[in-house]
């Protein structure tokens, strides 16, 4: 405190302890004033935004503190101490929500709420997470298109298959990859026994493929799942309330294909504002400790939302795919290999651009169902001057193959199972090694050593 000005309070104490919590902050001499008592977490977040106080003091048990409500708080300017006199203390669960201070006792409190430099309660040695190396943290790779755009999720399906299958494996002919090696049995892992790694099963690449798709999330019924179960929903949830462990997102997230875990979407767009921004970026954090890759689909619309409202404090719509693009290593854009998907994506290149979160320049170009029946004769060659004049890179083509693409979503299955032969899951296979080599490349450029091993150069047909 400087000055000699009396700190400002929020209090949002239950239970009867709450008029002494009031009396002790209002008592002479003790530089804090209580200029609000709140009911609850709503009452309390409209008094923070209102400018009425500088600290709040919340019940460690508040109905309704989490982390986005902490992050409300911090936005407006608030400290948040939590006043936890339980016999066991929730420290991870305040520390991992984002709260300045914890106080055991009145006394205590006092201390804190003067001393504005406090640092946050800090998770207990023995619960913390063994520490990740830069080498053994996962990559997130995010899947973007234009609207209109067609095979978002096909593209976001087939390339987590190829990556889980692992790198091509150079040696003995006859040798399988990693992924083939590991086999649908042996890339289930053992949860909540030996840390990331061991969820992470076996020696395989193991894949987390994620539907954050806010408008049209389709990734559990394209599989054959149940589109109703908690998913990313649940994920966000849990993230949101306290520390979100990888054996927590581990059961959300089941294992769907070899090599592939499934967190699945929110079956029904109504339902977009369960995915709150603050808990997501938690649950890509997490992301990268449960599997080697994590692969998202996202969807198509790019606006942020709160400069068409006059609720600066409403959630975002779109919060979940500004979230992934700013969290990704790559971002994989998605267009449609015919004259008007070509044009959307020209723009949707224009828009991704000009998003006002950082996005990483790491960005992979695929024009998907590239037929001669759409763009002419020689429609790979057609489709690549386009964008190159146009736009300004190389894309990957894939082509189009309509009997292989309909058997997989007549089965629910994805073409290394339906359609081994598909020359599409041939195109995946190598968009899935040139997302490798420029992970691999990025992080040499970095200094950290690459765990790839050298990929031939990109197949061009």
Same mark, same amino acid.
Request: with cysteine; glycine share 12%.
């Given at each position: 405190?400087?000055?000699?000005?009396?700190?400002?309070?929020?209090?949002?104490?239950?239970?009867?302890?709450?008029?002494?919590?009031?009396?002790?902050?209002?008592?002479?001499?003790?530089?804090?004033?209580?200029?609000?008592?709140?009911?609850?977490?709503?009452?309390?977040?409209?008094?923070?935004?209102?400018?009425?106080?500088?600290?709040?003091?919340?019940?460690?048990?508040?109905?309704?503190?989490?982390?986005?409500?902490?992050?409300?708080?911090?936005?407006?300017?608030?400290?948040?101490?939590?006043?936890?006199?339980?016999?066991?203390?929730?420290?991870?669960?305040?520390?991992?929500?984002?709260?300045?201070?914890?106080?055991?006792?009145?006394?205590?409190?006092?201390?804190?709420?003067?001393?504005?430099?406090?640092?946050?309660?800090?998770?207990?040695?023995?619960?913390?997470?063994?520490?990740?190396?830069?080498?053994?943290?996962?990559?997130?790779?995010?899947?973007?298109?234009?609207?209109?755009?067609?095979?978002?999720?096909?593209?976001?399906?087939?390339?987590?298959?190829?990556?889980?299958?692992?790198?091509?494996?150079?040696?003995?002919?006859?040798?399988?990859?990693?992924?083939?090696?590991?086999?649908?049995?042996?890339?289930?892992?053992?949860?909540?026994?030996?840390?990331?790694?061991?969820?992470?099963?076996?020696?395989?690449?193991?894949?987390?493929?994620?539907?954050?798709?806010?408008?049209?999330?389709?990734?559990?019924?394209?599989?054959?799942?149940?589109?109703?179960?908690?998913?990313?929903?649940?994920?966000?949830?849990?993230?949101?309330?306290?520390?979100?462990?990888?054996?927590?997102?581990?059961?959300?997230?089941?294992?769907?294909?070899?090599?592939?875990?499934?967190?699945?979407?929110?079956?029904?767009?109504?339902?977009?504002?369960?995915?709150?921004?603050?808990?997501?970026?938690?649950?890509?954090?997490?992301?990268?400790?449960?599997?080697?890759?994590?692969?998202?689909?996202?969807?198509?619309?790019?606006?942020?939302?709160?400069?068409?409202?006059?609720?600066?404090?409403?959630?975002?719509?779109?919060?979940?795919?500004?979230?992934?693009?700013?969290?990704?290593?790559?971002?994989?854009?998605?267009?449609?290999?015919?004259?008007?998907?070509?044009?959307?994506?020209?723009?949707?290149?224009?828009?991704?651009?000009?998003?006002?979160?950082?996005?990483?320049?790491?960005? #992979?170009?695929?024009?998907? /169902?590239?037929?001669? +029946?759409?763009?002419?004769?020689? !429609? =790979?060659?057609? @489709? *690549? &001057? %386009?964008?190159?004049?146009?736009?300004?890179?190389?894309?990957?083509?894939?082509?189009?193959?309509?009997?292989? #693409?309909?058997?997989?979503? /007549?089965?629910?299955? +994805?073409?290394?199972?339906?359609? !081994? =032969?598909?020359? @599409? *899951? &041939? %195109?995946?296979?190598?968009?899935?090694?040139?997302?490798?080599?420029?992970?691999?490349?990025?992080?040499?450029?970095?200094?950290?050593?690459?765990?790839?091993?050298?990929?031939?150069?990109?197949?061009?047909?």
């Amino acid at each position: 405190m400087t000055g000699g000005v009396a700190i400002t309070v929020l209090c949002a104490v239950l239970g009867p302890g709450e008029a002494d919590v009031v009396r002790r902050l209002g008592a002479a001499g003790s530089s804090t004033t209580v200029t609000r008592r709140c009911a609850d977490l709503t009452e309390l977040l409209a008094a923070a935004e209102a400018g009425s106080g500088r600290t709040a003091v919340v019940s460690a048990t508040l109905p309704g503190l989490g982390r986005e409500a902490v992050a409300r708080m911090h936005q407006a300017g608030v400290r948040v101490i939590a006043l936890d006199d339980a016999p066991e203390a929730s420290t991870d669960r305040l520390a991992a929500i984002g709260v300045d201070g914890m106080a055991r006792s009145l006394t205590d409190l006092i201390s804190v709420v003067r001393d504005e430099t406090a640092r946050p309660p800090t998770v207990a040695p023995e619960a913390s997470e063994p520490p990740a190396t830069a080498a053994g943290k996962g990559r997130l790779v995010a899947v973007w298109g234009p609207v209109g755009a067609p095979g978002r999720t096909t593209t976001a399906i087939e390339l987590a298959v190829a990556l889980a299958a692992g790198p091509p494996v150079t040696g003995a002919p006859g040798k399988r990859s990693r992924g083939e090696a590991a086999g649908r049995g042996g890339l289930l892992g053992k949860a909540g026994h030996h840390g990331p790694r061991a969820l992470r099963g076996g020696a395989g690449e193991q894949v987390l493929l994620v539907d954050a798709d806010t408008y049209g999330p389709c990734i559990a019924p394209r599989l054959g799942m149940l589109d109703d179960s908690a998913g990313l929903a649940g994920a966000v949830r849990a993230a949101g309330m306290g520390p979100l462990d990888v054996e927590t997102l581990a059961r959300y997230a089941p294992v769907a294909l070899p090599g592939v875990r499934v967190l699945g979407g929110i079956g029904r767009p109504a339902r977009w504002a369960e995915l709150s921004g603050a808990a997501l970026d938690a649950v890509w954090e997490r992301s990268r400790d449960l599997a080697d890759w994590t692969v998202v689909d996202t969807g198509p619309v790019l606006e942020t939302d709160e400069l068409l409202s006059y609720d600066t404090r409403a959630p975002q719509r779109n919060a979940a795919t500004l979230g992934a693009l700013a969290a990704a290593d790559v971002v994989v854009v998605v267009g449609g290999g015919d004259p008007i998907g070509l044009q959307r994506l020209v723009r949707g290149l224009d828009d991704l651009a000009a998003v006002p979160a950082p996005v990483t320049p790491d960005r #992979l170009v695929v024009v998907n /169902r590239v037929r001669a +029946a759409a763009v002419g004769a020689n !429609p =790979r060659t057609s @489709v *690549r &001057a %386009a964008l190159a004049r146009f736009a300004g890179v190389d894309p990957h083509v894939v082509p189009d193959d309509p009997a292989g #693409l309909d058997a997989g979503l /007549r089965c629910g299955r +994805a073409l290394s199972e339906c359609a !081994p =032969r598909s020359p @599409v *899951r &041939a %195109a995946f296979g190598a968009l899935a090694d040139e997302v490798r080599r420029m992970v691999r490349a990025r992080t040499s450029a970095d200094g950290e050593e690459s765990p790839w091993i050298a990929l031939p150069e990109r197949m061009r047909g």
